[in-house]
Each structure stands twice: as structure tokens, then as C-alpha cells.
């Protein structure tokens, strides 16, 4: 078994950042009992899926054993690279066969928003433990799903909020909750991604040769090939995803939901659009903001494409502020600015450690004790934040404060409650529990 002192000898590794080479996991692995070994299957290579194999390598018993991609280019490209590190997995087309395959306990998820729910609930059902990316799900309905499965097969299910992991997270959320800020009426979230190109109008095209496109597509509204809408820059497309909102937003707003151990907000009202590039081929709104009614206090989001400088000076970042003073935090480190004479102030603290990499321990951990108490991000967490963005995109894209009936699932505003329940398409079905 993994334990904490097979963490502390590996954790010079895990802070460094260092590219795996066959010595290397020859170094981490040692002699790892076969009865010990978990068998792990990536489901979507080409981004995120491929950063969190590399963090789950780390840990001693994590073997690779399948990969799963639409793309066949991607496959081979991955193949490759782990035929360096001597890792020969089995490559599927079709994610039912990796989820069918015996050797596999773990499944990764890590395809585009919209394909999450269908196959976290599949490998649930069969048995596996799932790391599933961030945000769980395309829709409040499909994240509620699933929250439902992960109980119903009493699987082991992490949300890749690895942000929950990351040490300095952890102490500024344990800060927040001594309530040494006083009362904290107010609280920010931002991301300001400067930088950004427009995304310029191209043509439909063919389907690139080793791309199983119509598997792409999966449930989503059928559209002829366009390479706007495939790989990275499916985000910006509502069919797939939740622009910044979902992408930056679940992980930021995250902390606050812990910070405030809030719930679901009680209104929400949003407005933005296309100000910065208004003709490119975007749906997503690249300026944004959202303001959350909690109750007890406020939440703001805000996102802007145009420029970098962000709150605070900060490109993106988190905001307490409380009564004796405001507690800023984000990836790179936290501070304390204490209000005159009521708090002491505390310098800023930078980060010293991955989150990724921790958070994969912390997963592996829990797939080995069974002790579900004991996920940085459980289920129901990543359920909760994807519910909250998916609220701040649904009150921007009906114009109107929207309030949520939790007895009743549905808004009260109509148009609201339609984007409540996604419509799947090409002969694909929502799972029934």
C-alpha cells in the first residue's frame, strides 16, 4: 500500500516538476507487490487527460495499462512517448472497451465537458473508480446524475479540483475558517486572461483522417467538422462547454464555496457578451461578470479576454473580505491585509508545492483505503461548484435574476429552467437512475 512514508520519499519528486523518464518511474515504483497494483485507463489523451496520467505515474502502484482517444493521431503520439518511459498500454477507439476491460481499475476523464456524464456513470457502473475532470458535468442535470451514481455504485470518485490539494490552498482556507477576517460579507472571484487572440471564422472542413468525429460529437447537437469546435478550443462553444466560466471559474469559485462552507446561492443575476472579440467564432462571452446572492454574503465572478491585469493586480484570484481584513489567494501564493489596528497582516506566501501531483496521491490513497471521507474533492463538491457556474452562465444567457427552488429543480424563470436538462442527440441517451 501507498503510505505516508512512501509519500515522503518520493516528495522530492512530486515538488519538482520533473519530466518522468523510464529511471525515474523505475525509481519511484521499486518493487511493488502485483496484489498492490491499481491498472489505469486515460479517457481523452490530448490535454488534461495526459497531465493527469503523468501526476497518477507517480505514485508506485498506478499502472498504466489503456489509453482511449477519438483521435487516432493522438494515440500514437502518446504511445510514443510512453514507449520511452517502457509503458506499453492497450489503445481503444470506443471508451466502452477500455471501461469493459478487466485490467483496468481506474478511469480517467478527461474528454470535452459535454461527454463526462455518460462515461464517469458507465465506469461507475462497472466497477471503477473515477478521476473525473473539472467541471463534472455540461449541465446542472447531468452533474446531479452523477452525484447519484457515484452513492448508487459506492465508487471512489475524485473531481480534479487539485487546487483542494495544493498546500497553500489549504492554509488559506484553514485562515478563512479560524475567523480571524471577522465576518466576511464579500467575497471575488476573477480571471483576466490576457493574451488572448480572436478566434477567427474558419470554413466546415473535412474530418481529419484518424478522427472517429461522429464519437466526438457523442451526445452533443450534430454540426459538420470544424476545427474551432475540436481539441482545445471546444470550450467556447455551448454544445461542449461553459467558456471561462466552467473552465476558470469552477476552480476559483471552488475556494469560496469551501472558504464560506456555502451551499447552493439563493439568486444570481450576470451580464456579458462579446466585447472584446465581437465577430470572432466564439459563443462564450469573453467578458463576464456574475453576482452571487448567498444569504449571508456576496460572491462576484468576472472574466475579461482583452487584458492580464486583473483585481488586486492579480490575472486571477480569490477575495475575502472580512470586517478585520481581506485574505487575497491564488495559484501562485496568498496574503492577509489587515484592516488599521484590528488584524495583523500577513506577507505574501508563496506556493512551494503541485497540486496535480498531490492530489493524484490523495485519490490513490482513498482507491486503496476505501475511506471516501477522505478526498480532497469528493463528488458532491465538484457537483456543488459546477451547479454554481452553470448558474452564473444560465442567469447570462436569459438576461434576468434568476432564483433556484431546489423542491421543485427548476427556476423561476422558464427559460431558465430549459437549460436546466440537456437535450442528447445522435441516438445517444441520458442515463436513467
Known amino acids: 500500500m501507498y503510505s505516508r512514508r512512501s509519500f515522503i520519499k518520493n516528495s522530492a519528486i512530486l515538488g519538482s516538476g520533473l519530466l518522468l523518464t523510464s529511471d525515474l518511474l523505475a525509481a519511484i515504483k521499486g518493487k511493488v507487490a502485483a496484489t498492490d497494483k491499481i491498472g489505469l485507463g486515460i479517457i481523452g489523451c490530448k490535454g488534461q487527460g495526459w497531465n493527469n496520467l503523468q501526476a497518477l505515474l507517480k505514485v508506485p502502484e498506478v499502472q498504466c495499462v489503456a489509453l482511449c482517444d477519438i483521435d487516432e493521431n493522438v494515440l500514437t503520439q502518446r504511445k510514443s512517448e510512453l514507449d520511452k518511459l517502457k509503458i506499453q498500454p492497450k489503445t481503444y477507439s470506443d471508451y466502452r472497451r477500455l471501461i469493459a476491460d478487466k485490467d483496468v481499475d481506474v478511469v480517467v476523464v478527461a474528454t470535452p465537458d459535454h461527454w463526462h456524464c455518460l462515461i464517469m456513470i458507465e465506469a461507475c457502473a462497472a466497477g471503477k473508480d473515477v478521476f473525473c475532470e473539472k467541471p463534472v ?168 479576454m482583452a487584458t492580464g491585469l486583473g483585481l488586486y493586480g492579480m490575472q486571477h484570484g480569490i477575495a475575502f473580505i472580512g470586517e478585520n481584513g481581506t485574505l487575497l489567494l491564488n495559484r501562485n501564493g496568498w496574503s492577509v491585509t489587515g484592516e488599521k489596528d484590528k488584524l495583523e497582516s500577513i506577507p505574501w506566501t508563496k506556493s512551494v508545492d503541485i497540486g496535480l501531483d498531490r492530489h493524484a496521491i490523495n485519490f490513490i490513497d482513498v482507491v486503496k483505503s476505501r475511506k471516501k471521507e477522505n478526498l480532497n474533492c469528493p463528488f458532491d463538491a465538484g457537483t456543488k461548484v459546477a451547479i454554481v457556474s452553470h448558474f452564473g452562465n444560465i442567469a447570462l444567457r436569459t438576461a434576468e435574476k434568476i432564483y433556484w427552488d431546489e423542491n421543485k429543480n427548476a427556476f423561476n424563470v422558464p427559460k431558465a429552467t430549459q437549460l436546466v436538462k440537456p437535450i442528447y442527440h445522435n441516438g445517444w441517451k441520458l442515463p436513467s437512475l
Do not use: C
Request: no cysteine.
Open 137 to 304: 458535468a455540461n449541465s446542472i442535470y447531468e452533474a446531479q446524475l452523477m452525484n447519484k451514481a457515484v452513492l448508487r455504485y459506492d465508487r471512489v470518485v475524485q473531481v480534479a479540483q487539485w487546487q483542494r490539494s495544493q498546500q497553500h490552498f489549504q492554509d488559506a482556507i484553514a485562515y478563512v475558517h479560524s475567523g480571524k477576517l471577522g465576518k466576511i460579507s464579500s467575497t471575488k472571484t476573477w480571471m483576466y486572461r490576457g493574451g488572448t487572440k480572436p478566434l477567427p471564422i474558419l470554413p466546415n472542413s473535412n474530418v481529419p483522417s484518424g478522427v472517429n468525429y461522429d464519437m466526438w460529437l457523442g451526445p452533443a447537437t450534430k454540426h459538420p467538422f470544424n476545427t474551432n469546435r475540436f481539441h482545445y478550443e471546444f470550450r467556447w462553444f455551448w454544445d461542449y462547454a461553459g467558456g471561462l466560466m466552467t473552465d476558470w471559474g469552477v476552480h476559483l469559485i471552488d475556494m469560496v464555496l469551501l472558504g464560506m462552507n456555502a451551499g447552493i446561492p439563493k439568486s444570481v443575476i450576470a451580464t456579458g457578451g462579446k466585447y472584446v472579440f465581437p465577430t470572432d467564432a466564439r459563443e462564450t462571452p469573453d467578458i463576464q461578470t456574475a453576482l452571487y446572492d448567498f444569504g449571508d454574503f456576496m460572491m462576484s465572478w468576472e472574466h475579461n
